[in-house]
């Protein structure tokens, strides 16, 4: 979702893709980041929190009118129906984030 927003195209791919997988993470509660994700990342958890907050944010206030091929993708059984999975409240992910 993030290639149809220009806020997005000054980020480092690396760090989006990061925050991408600790929201996932924290999104289906499969743990947090670990050292070894951060190892291998180059990323702290501290460094992904404002990312983060943004892409959630992207998710819970998205336009439902436009662009609907991505979500109509992802809504599909073969990719496990991802964009069906609504987003956290931002409060519930602010406090989620604090613990990592």
């Not at 929190?49 to 009118?65: A, M, S």
Request: with cysteine.
């Amino acid at each position: 979702m993030t290639l149809q927003e220009y806020d997005y195209a000054r980020e480092s791919p690396s760090k989006l893709a990061a925050s991408c997988l600790l929201l996932a993470l924290t999104m289906k509660n499969l743990g947090g980041w670990t050292p070894t994700l951060e190892y291998y990342s180059g990323y702290s958890c501290q460094d992904l929190h404002p990312l983060v907050k943004r892409l959630n944010f992207l998710l819970t206030y998205q336009p439902h009118d436009k662009l609907k091929a991505v979500r109509t993708k992802y809504s599909h059984r073969v990719f496990f129906e991802v964009a069906k999975i609504p987003p956290l409240d931002m409060l519930k992910l602010e406090e989620l984030l604090k613990r990592c």
